[in-house]
């Protein structure tokens, strides 16, 4: 089985600055697109930022400029650097990736999430 284990969540001022993240392990043959995708209170879950094999990035537009998405391959790893925190980035962060088999089949995992709290 594959798990995923976030870290880096926390409180926050505003203002201030996190970096998650997301560490896979298990049977992993290859890694395809990471991200993350958060989740307030009463909102669903939406995306933050994801990454490609190749570097290829994309953000959610109310974020870009302020959170930055990377990856280490080597150690099956993605980051979120979040900077310039505001009170509306408060959510759970959950980190996915998307995993092939050594049987060639491809399935996304999620981890279990990370709370962020950005105080006033």
């Known amino acids: 089985q594959v798990q995923l284990v976030e870290s880096g969540g926390g409180l926050v001022q505003a203002g201030g600055s996190l970096r998650l993240s997301c560490a896979a392990s298990g049977s992993i043959f290859s890694i395809n697109t990471m991200g993350w995708y958060r989740q307030a209170p009463g909102k669903l879950r939406e995306l933050v930022a994801t990454i490609t094999s190749g570097g290829s990035r994309n953000y959610a537009d109310s974020v870009t400029g302020r959170f930055t998405i990377s990856r280490d391959n080597a150690k099956n790893t993605v980051y979120l650097q979040m900077n310039r925190l505001k009170s509306e980035n408060r959510a759970i962060y959950y980190c996915?990736?998307?995993?092939?088999?050594?049987?060639?089949?491809?399935?996304?995992?999620w981890g279990k999430g990370t709370q962020v709290t950005v105080s006033s």
């Open positions: 996915k990736i998307g995993v092939g088999s050594y049987t060639l089949t491809r399935d996304d995992y």
